[in-house]
């Protein structure tokens, strides 16, 4: 995977993507995250006879046609994204479109490579254009076996599914060797798919159908995760460890369909950091705050009346980019005297009513201190720079 933040083309991809974004998000395959495919699945009831299925696809974005890509997508913006009061709007978003798919360009060593087909996975927009390609095709098969094909919904280039049977086995294997051949009947893409099931894991999700219909989900954690947390030697912000907590237990309860499945993993999670060398007597009371506060989240979800807390105007704050070192200045030190002696000195003019150069308002009354952690081992050993270290790469070519 190779970024294209430096590049040139990035301001236009992230443009793109904001713009196919809402056209992603109509498809009717589309689904956000894990916890809206929960929150799905839980006002489902299905037979008990149906069977749960995932596909994944086969190196997806680099099998994308790109010049395929861009005609098919370019007439839907035609269609769905057309703004008659800017008539200019439709052509100028499928102008960008070519411009960052076909510029997709990448450095290596001396030498410049440009990628002629499939789609750069560092590019912006990739995501959005890798949904709307495939459900292009979606929009055409899926419905054929609605009798059947009862749930279907994907996440890029995973798919989740439920599957009702036929009472005839001879013609229930029919319509599933079908509908796995149609998934397979889009410009190359190739979809592996698992056998149906009642059980199944997707994503960090384990699925299960229970024998009342309902379908009941767990975390699911990979058995080669090694858990290597941070260790609290590490030199790192002491409120690291709190949010790790606090947002690791929020999404342990809020993916678990049984308290008594959230209760094991998060006993699982803390004997973890025990191990990694956090004591006892500080992980106590941090799951305890967790757990409250994972309970008045979930507890408030879906209620009209809830509203977020405000947030504060971004355009008043002013940014201190710093290298974290355990023996610097306290935040609350730097805050201070960030008030004392710029926002608002004694017997002076505030800053946020001082003017700039250019006769406007400074209107900064907030510092907020971003925290960078220093270079560590895995910087110091993987060098991503390969200059003067050896034959240039040009040298290998070959006429």
């Known amino acids: 995977v190779t970024s294209d933040v430096t590049s040139y083309p990035h301001g236009l991809g992230k443009w793109v993507d904001q713009e196919l974004q809402p056209l992603a998000r109509k498809q009717t395959s589309f689904f956000k995250d894990s916890f809206d495919l929960k929150s799905i699945l839980s006002e489902l009831t299905v037979h008990p006879s149906a069977r749960l299925f995932t596909a994944d696809a086969t190196s997806m974005y680099t099998n994308i046609k790109t010049d395929v890509a861009l005609t ?46 499939g789609t750069g996975m560092g590019i912006a927009p990739a995501p959005p254009w890798a949904t709307i390609f495939y459900a292009l095709h979606e929009q055409h098969f ?25 009472p005839n086995t001879a013609t229930d294997t029919s319509l599933w060797s079908a509908f796995c051949n149609d998934l397979q009947q889009w410009h190359g893409l190739e979809w592996t798919v698992s056998p149906l099931s009642t059980r199944c894991n997707f994503m960090d999700l384990t699925l299960t159908i229970t024998p009342t219909g309902k379908i009941d989900t767990n975390l699911f954690e990979k058995s080669q995760n090694l858990y290597l947390y941070i260790p609290p030697g590490s030199a790192h912000p002491k409120g690291m460890i ?12 809020r993916l678990c369909s049984h308290k008594g499945d959230a209760t094991t993993h998060l006993t699982n999670f803390k004997t973890r950091l025990l191990a990694r060398g956090y004591p006892l007597s500080l992980l106590e009371p941090l799951f305890l705050q967790a757990i409250q506060h994972a309970d008045t989240f979930i507890m408030n979800q879906g209620r009209d009346h809830y509203t977020p807390p405000p947030t504060h105007d971004t355009s008043t704050k002013i940014f201190l980019h710093l290298e974290f070192h355990p023996e610097d200045p306290k935040p609350q030190a730097i805050h201070r005297l960030w008030h004392e002696y710029v926002s608002e000195p004694e017997g002076e003019r505030p800053l946020r009513d001082m003017c700039n150069s250019f006769k406007e308002r400074v209107n900064l009354d907030r510092l907020t ?12 050993f993987s060098v991503r720079d390969i200059s003067g270290r050896g034959r240039d790469v040009s040298s290998y070519l070959v006429e």
């Open 369 to 380: 201190i971003a925290y960078s952690r220093p270079p560590n081992l895995r910087n110091r």
């Open 72 to 117: 098919l997508i370019s007439e839907l913006i035609r269609q769905e994204l057309h703004k008659p009061q800017q008539p200019s709007y439709t052509e100028a978003l499928i102008s960008a479109l070519h411009i960052v798919f076909t510029n997709s360009i990448v450095k290596f060593g001396d030498t410049y490579w440009r990628q002629i087909s």
């Open 142 to 166: 899926v419905p054929k076996l609605s009798d059947h094909l009862i749930f279907y919904k994907r996440f890029i280039d995973d798919i989740i599914g439920v599957w009702l049977p036929h």
């Open 242 to 253: 709190k949010g790790l907590i606090f947002g690791n237990t929020l999404r342990i309860m």
